[in-house]
């Protein structure tokens, strides 16, 4: 406990729960503490990922033990991979769903999500969608789309707009992680959120019906309304801090 302590002193790390696994020393201990196949942490090597980040050494361990997270770290410090990696997988083959949802604040981000999503899913059959400019006429593709994608990217506006259509034919039932990245952003609004986030969060987590269902939320900044909803919303809590506090 006490050499856990130093390590995670040592890279900036702070993690508050009940039974917080122990950071990841490098990423070859995926493989050898929770199973992911060699052929994943291949890929992160590929991809220039030498050594985990601070967030990630924390976010992916606690995620793989299936607890739920807030994770607050400075933006670039690889909050995209720390939830993309565990889900990738959790998640194992192909089987649609969607079986995890992403949401974050903008069009651009859930690109940006989307492009790093594909380099990490090379080794995996998994398929992953961003959904797009819903137009009426388009509502039925949409909908096959997402019902065949395991990881769906979206903003809530996309979604909840997709949602709340007349005889809707999605479903998720079948979402295991919940992803909500740049909370801070997200629960403070911004120009084109149509709507209150809470109340699409809300919406969203209902349509989730899985028992099973885990949130994870990621945060560049330290912001108390994110904190809050999380201590009142999920069981088993962590948060993780790395850097300094900029709330
Ligand atoms: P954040 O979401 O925290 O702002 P990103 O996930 O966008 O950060 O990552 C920032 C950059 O760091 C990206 O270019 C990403 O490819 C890279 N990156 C992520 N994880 C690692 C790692 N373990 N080692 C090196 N680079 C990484
Ligand atoms: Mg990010």
Request: glycine residues 6%; aromatic residues 6%.
């Given at each position: 406990?006490?050499e856990?302590?130093?390590?995670?002193n040592?890279h900036?790390?702070?993690a508050?729960?009940?039974?917080?696994?122990?950071?990841?020393?490098?990423?070859?201990?995926?493989?050898?503490?929770?199973?992911?196949?060699s052929a994943?942490?291949?890929?992160i090597?590929?991809?220039?990922?030498?050594?985990?980040?601070?967030v990630?050494?924390q976010?992916?361990?606690?995620?793989l033990e299936?607890?739920q997270?807030?994770?607050?770290?400075?933006?670039?410090?690889?909050?995209t991979a720390?939830?993309?990696v565990?889900?990738?997988h959790?998640l194992?083959?192909?089987?649609?769903?969607?079986?995890?949802?992403?949401l974050?604040?903008?069009r651009?981000?859930?690109?940006?999500?989307?492009?790093?999503?594909l380099?990490?899913?090379?080794?995996?059959?998994?398929r992953?969608s961003?959904?797009?400019?819903v137009?009426?006429?388009?509502?039925?593709?949409r909908e096959?789309?997402?019902?065949?994608?395991?990881?769906?990217?979206?903003t809530?506006?996309?979604?909840?707009?997709?949602?709340?259509?007349?005889?809707?034919?999605?479903?998720?039932?079948?979402?295991?992680?919940?992803?909500?990245d740049?909370?801070?952003?997200?629960?403070?609004?911004?120009?084109?959120q149509?709507?209150d986030?809470?109340?699409?969060l809300?919406?969203?987590?209902t349509?989730?019906?899985?028992?099973q269902?885990?949130?994870?939320?990621?945060?560049?900044?330290?912001?108390?309304?994110?904190?809050?909803?999380c201590r009142?919303?999920?069981?088993g809590?962590?948060?993780i801090?790395?850097?300094?506090?900029?709330?």
């Open positions: 406990l006490e856990q302590n130093r390590f995670r040592e900036g790390i702070k508050v729960g009940r039974h917080v696994p122990s950071a990841l020393k490098d990423f070859s201990e995926l493989t050898s503490r929770y199973n992911v196949s994943l942490v291949e890929t090597t590929q991809c220039g990922y030498t050594e985990p980040t601070p990630q050494r976010a992916l361990p606690c995620m299936d607890r997270i807030l994770a607050c770290a400075p933006t670039g410090s690889g909050k720390a939830f993309l565990p889900l990738l959790v194992g083959g192909a089987q649609g769903g969607p079986r995890a949802l992403i974050c604040p903008t651009e981000l859930a690109h940006q999500i989307y492009r790093e999503a380099r990490l899913s090379a080794s995996t059959q998994l992953c961003v959904i797009r400019n137009k009426e006429s388009k509502v039925k593709e096959a789309t997402i019902r065949k994608s395991d990881i769906v990217i979206s809530p506006n996309r979604l909840c707009y997709l949602l709340n259509q007349d005889n809707v034919n999605i479903s998720l039932d079948k979402v295991r992680w919940l992803i909500i740049e909370a801070d952003k997200l629960f403070e609004g911004s120009a084109d149509t709507s986030f809470r109340q699409q809300e919406q969203v987590l349509a989730c019906g899985s028992k269902r885990r949130v994870a939320m990621f945060s560049a900044t330290h912001t108390p309304a994110v904190a809050k909803w009142h919303n999920l069981r809590l962590i948060a801090t790395v850097g300094q506090r900029n709330a």
